[in-house]
């Protein structure tokens, strides 16, 4: 009885929200129609028609979790800031300074290097560092700076840790990890923002994981940085409840945990992920923990480059390079319900 319940619960899900199909309508490929989604974790997101040009975003808030591949790489334009969370990969970084460049962008007034030791978050940054002039850079370890400055004179460089904010005008970025009592491992100390503009706010992960959620990662090592971001933000008076959430490291076993997830209550959940050695990544347990908390799924490698941007902070438009679709639904409806490998086509 309750595989019964499940299931039907993941086809509405999965399906439901997903617009049927009418009768063909030739448009150009790639129109921009978004779906305007209010600020409010009881509406769903529905799904948006492919895009051919991205569209001229109001530029007050627009978060863009950039389609580097097995990397990570996050642009944030609010007001007249410029903001580059990781830098992804070295064999995407032409596609990264071709997206900066397309967007106008001529400087980086804030760089955070959220794991700074990892490769698929910074092997870019030799590029990014020699092209662009940047007048902050937050990163979990100035050590894996020393190579790169001689790019950056007049930078100023800072180890942060819980409660560095960053504010301008109706944007304020906080960082919930690391925390003060870090356990010096590299990937459990990697940065943990939230952003926020207005009333819509976003908590973006990087490496870090929840301790518990899976045994089905053999690279999760150091885990508890969930129970700890909650405690802390729970002491700082800082709220958690935010309707996007970007899933930490590709989306792992160890990724948003049943406790994040009711803390936070996501409308939507963004996995930045490609093709990986043994197709560890996205795992399935954490797609399903997604699924069954009624979250939304985007991940960049079905979807191209996911973009969420807001005039007023209050309501927001979703959009993508690729539709989020019926074949999309079907796709994660295999994986989630009937177990076919992520990575099967």
């Known amino acids: ?6 299931l039907l619960f993941l086809t509405i899900l999965l399906f439901g929200c997903i617009e049927q199909p009418k009768e063909e309508i030739k448009v150009p490929p790639y129109k921009p129609e978004p779906t305007i989604i209010k600020n409010d974790s009881s509406v769903q997101p529905y799904p948006i028609t492919p895009i051919e040009e991205k569209p001229k975003i109001q530029k007050n808030f627009e978060l863009s979790f950039l389609n580097v591949g097995f990397g990570d790489s996050t642009l944030l334009l609010s007001q007249d800031k410029v903001i580059l969370i990781d830098v992804g990969p070295k064999s995407a970084v032409n596609l990264l300074l071709a997206e900066l460049q397309r967007r106008g962008v001529n400087k980086i007034d804030l760089l955070v290097l959220s794991a700074s030791h990892d490769p698929a978050f910074s092997g870019g940054l ?6 662009y002039e940047i007048d902050e850079i937050w990163t979990n370890s100035k050590e894996n700076l020393v190579p790169y400055l001689s790019y950056l004179n007049g930078t100023k460089i800072e180890e ?7 504010n301008y005008g109706n944007l304020n970025v906080v960082v ?10 590299l990937d459990a100390d990697s940065l943990v923002l939230k952003i926020s503009y207005n009333n819509l706010c976003a908590l973006v992960f990087s490496k870090s994981e929840g301790s518990g959620a899976s045994t089905a990662d053999p690279g999760t ?6 129970n700890k971001i909650i405690s802390m933000a729970q002491k700082g008076g800082i709220s958690l409840n935010c309707p996007i959430l970007k899933v ?8 948003a945990s049943f406790q994040l997830l009711d803390v936070v209550n996501p409308s939507i959940a963004i996995i930045s992920v490609g093709p990986n050695q043994n197709n560890l990544y996205p795992n399935v347990s954490t797609l ?3 699924a069954l908390k009624g979250i939304s799924i985007y991940t960049t490698d079905r979807l191209g480059t996911i973009t969420v941007s807001s005039k007023d902070g209050l309501d927001y438009m979703v959009f993508t390079d690729f539709p ?18 992520y990575w099967a086509n």
């Open 160 to 166: 942060v840790e819980f409660g560095k904010t960053y």
């Open 288 to 290: 399903r923990r997604l």
């Open 1 to 6: 009885m309750q595989k019964a319940i499940f």
């Open 126 to 131: 030799k590029e990014i560092v020699s092209t």
């Open 176 to 185: 919930l990890n690391p925390s003060p009592d870090r356990v010096y491992n």
């Open 248 to 255: 930490s490291n590709h989306g792992s076993g160890n990724a």
């Open 221 to 226: 090592v150091f885990g508890g940085v969930d």
């Open 324 to 341: 989020r679709d019926m074949a999309y639904a079907k796709f994660l409806n295999e994986v989630v319900e009937k177990g076919k490998p």
